[in-house]
Nanobody, 126 residues
């Protein structure tokens, strides 16, 4: 079955960096669009960044533009999220997800995604 396993979360201070990873198995990784979402306590799950089948087409939410970088390594079946200049408002559980998209499409809606990881906690202290 499809498995997406996030790692790399933790407790950091404002201005620090973290790199999240999402290891995938059970799917043809290179033919799925991928994304990162996050959910803070009491809030809905929100789109952070998405990427097409290759590293060519990428979309970011405005709240993370210029600070976060999404990338994928199809040879390693792994998705990444490099997070720099972290802020307390970035505190959330971060989820990776996979979507059955066309090659050049970046999925940005939660309902576009077919498979989800279990999440990894990121906490940014002020």
């Amino acid at each position: 079955q499809v498995q997406l396993v996030e790692s790399g979360g933790g407790l950091v201070q404002t201005g620090d960096s973290l790199r999240l990873s999402c290891a995938a198995s059970g799917l043809t990784f290179s033919t799925f669009g991928l994304g990162w979402f996050r959910q803070a306590p009491g809030d809905r799950r929100r789109f952070v960044a998405g990427i097409s089948w290759t590293n060519t087409y990428i979309v970011y939410d405005d709240s993370v533009k210029g600070r976060f970088t999404i990338s994928r390594d199809n040879a390693k079946n792994t998705l990444y999220l490099q997070m720099n200049s972290l802020k307390p408002e970035d505190t959330a559980v971060y989820y990776c997800a996979a979507a059955k998209t066309a090659p050049k499409v970046v999925a940005t809606l939660r309902d576009d995604y077919d498979y989800w990881g279990q999440g990894t906690q990121v906490t940014v202290s002020s």
